[in-house]
């Protein structure tokens, strides 16, 4: 039988243990002073913007919406130390005349534009391969031909996709023909929403160059601001744009 004086013992060890602060398992210095990185967040706020990162995210375009179709839209570089810093800032971007609206909510031809944060993977536009090249644009680049169309087309098993009239398997008038916007289409960098093709949902959502107004549901900025996005965009950096309201 346990005298008094060791209960006594063990209750004031006991509490000593529930008081006492816990040494974590590792202490990560988040600068490096240990050799290792605190894990990236998966969340950020930036310029007034939430933005799920992808793992390995380093580049960031945000478009903050201001009033009607207009929304500042600013380049983010993330820094050695985890911060970041934004490169470009233009307060004369654009969304959709229709607003926006959730991503999954979204229906075709509403003039939306999708929320959220989505990758940005591919480029195309009316300059050449070449120029192309000697510009360093690194995103996959594609020079608009005559033909060209990004499929609308519901019943096609190429929606959502970009396709040349000459290899069918879409009904054209249904479709956003390129050639038909020279001036937007300039510099365009393509958007991964709605990559898995749900019908009605919507078809071609890019960051392209200003038109006159409002879009039709893609985002658009300035001529030189997406001249310096299709230098500045680099698939080792895994590079997102992020939509607010």
């Not at 600013?74 to 969304?95: K, L, P, S, V, Y």
């Not at 956003?176 to 019908?199: F, I, K, P, S």
Request: proline share 5%.
């Amino acid at each position: 039988m346990k005298t008094l004086a060791a209960t006594a013992g063990a209750a004031a060890a006991l509490v000593l243990a529930l008081v006492a602060p816990v040494a974590p398992a590792h202490a990560v210095n988040p600068h490096g002073g240990d050799g290792l990185r605190a894990a990236s967040p998966r969340a950020v706020e930036l310029g007034g913007v939430r933005v799920r990162l992808q793992p390995g995210t380093e580049q960031v375009v945000t478009l903050n919406r201001r009033r009607g179709h207009h929304a500042t839209v600013t380049f983010w570089a993330r820094d050695a130390d985890g911060g970041w810093t934004a490169r470009r800032t233009a307060r004369d971007g654009r969304i959709g005349y229709g607003g926006v609206v959730p991503g999954d909510r979204r229906r075709q031809g509403t003039g939306t534009t999708p929320l959220g944060t989505h990758r940005l993977f591919s480029t195309f536009g009316t300059h050449g391969r070449a120029t192309a090249r000697r510009a360093g644009w690194d995103l996959p680049y594609r020079p608009i031909r005559r033909g060209d169309f990004w499929v609308q087309d519901n019943r096609s098993r190429f929606y959502n996709r970009y396709r040349n009239i000459s290899r069918g398997g879409f009904r054209p008038h249904t479709s956003e023909r390129l050639t038909d916007y020279g001036a937007q289409y300039e510099y365009v960098v393509v958007l991964d929403y709605n990559r898995e093709q749900v019908r009605g949902r919507g078809a071609g959502i890019f960051l392209h160059v200003n038109g006159d107004g409002a879009t039709a549901g893609c985002v658009s900025a300035p001529r030189r601001i997406l001249a310096f996005a299709m230098r500045w965009l680099d698939p080792a950096k895994h590079p997102v744009v992020a939509v607010g309201r």
